[in-house]
């Protein structure tokens, strides 16, 4: 490796962002076993709509990673880090709320516009700049927390992550949800928003050497492997139980341990590229894929919109997880070659 870039965030991030727009498919891809059950791919349908459930741990994982090891005074993260977010979350939002109204400036309502920036996302992906808004506003807390924990300590944190998971998988086995654990009963230190981040801090700074071989990966590979056939199984019993299939039924197994195999990929990444030798060109290239991963993010659902046909032409021929697949790959490759665009602006670079 030609410099001092941890490639595998990089390359992390490439993969989460394919990932996150999939899980904006639908009933086209992310959600096809709904509307599947009597076709013989259901059981892959459902396999990778589970298994792409990865994509927005793995950025909470990275953003851990970056941020929880540095040292920087409260003042910082409230003036610079929570503002430029919020900016962010501001002119993307106006964005999306000018295409909604199709460019017709005289229906504006500044009125409407910022109660809806105050309650609710302007776009799918945008509940996301919400939780790093709070994550951000935690940040202070969350290194403290993260700088003084040991490694019997981040273990502990995954027993409790397991916990919360296996609670209610076993409790519906047995009753078939007319019982559930008190309401009152809360990990909030579980909560992805916390979770995932000092993960990924662990994960990067903290983890024993001796725990990064390819034999640990072999295992992991398999410990996650069974964790989402286990999601399967309970999401299956579950819309089974309940006869309703449909995206509204909540999928409450859909990810319960989606931890699992994004711990798995992260360390696995880490490991490989740890020695990995890789041309400056190379290297080039996967970081200016890499940094329009965000802007993606920001405008992927106006893209997936504007390209539907793209899903249209291919399905017919190659049926529609192939051709959801490949709609996606033109989503990412359209958005980063417009990112990349953009970028090349003072302040657009900054800002995303």
């Keep these: ?81 929570v503002p430029r977010f919020f900016v962010v979350l501001l002119v993307f939002s106006a964005f999306q709320y000018i295409v909604s109204l199709n460019f017709d400036f005289s229906k504006i309502s500044l009125a409407y516009f910022f109660t809806q920036l105050y309650s609710s996302p302007f776009a799918t992906t945008y509940w996301y700049l919400y939780a790093y808004l709070g994550y951000l506003l935690m940040l202070p807390l969350l290194r403290k927390l993260a700088s003084g924990m040991k490694n019997i300590d981040f273990l502990y944190l995954i027993s409790l992550r397991f916990l919360i998971a296996l609670l209610p998988i076993a409790q519906f086995l047995i009753w078939k949800g007319e019982v559930k654990y008190a309401a009152n009963f809360e990990l909030q230190l579980v909560a992805d928003v916390i979770f995932y981040p000092i993960i990924g801090h662990y994960a990067e700074h903290l983890i024993p050497e001796k725990y990064l071989s390819k034999k640990n990966n072999i295992i992991l590979a398999v410990i996650s492997l069974a964790a989402i056939i286990i999601c399967c199984f309970m999401t299956h019993f579950y819309c089974t139980v309940t006869d309703n299939w449909s995206i509204s039924n909540g999928q409450p197994f859909h990810n319960v341990l989606t931890f699992i195999p994004t711990i798995s990929i992260y360390l696995s990444a880490k490991q490989f590229f740890k020695n990995k030798r890789i041309s400056n060109s190379a290297e080039k290239a996967i970081t200016a894929i890499s940094g329009t991963t965000f802007g993606i993010m920001l405008t992927e659902n106006i893209i997936r919109y504007n390209t539907n046909q793209i899903y249209t032409a291919l399905e017919p021929h190659i049926g529609p997880l192939p051709a959801s697949m490949l709609w996606v790959g033109a989503v990412c490759c359209i958005g980063g070659l417009i990112i990349f665009i953009i970028k090349l602006i003072p302040f657009m670079k900054k800002l995303i």
């Excluded at 076993?33 to 791919?41: A, D, E, K």
């Excluded at 396999?47 to 005074?73: D, R």
Aim: no cysteine; hydrophobic share 50%; charged share 15%.
């Design 1 to 81: 490796m030609s410099s001092n870039r941890k490639i595998h965030m990089d390359i992390l991030r490439i993969i989460a962002i394919y990932l996150v727009v999939f899980n904006h498919t639908g009933l086209n891809g992310f959600f096809l076993f709904s509307v599947s059950q009597n076709s013989p791919f259901y059981s892959v349908y459902l396999f990778i709509s589970i298994a792409t459930k990865i994509a927005v741990p793995l950025f909470w994982m990275i953003s851990g990673a970056l941020l929880l090891k540095k040292e920087e005074p409260i003042s910082h993260v409230l003036l610079k880090r």
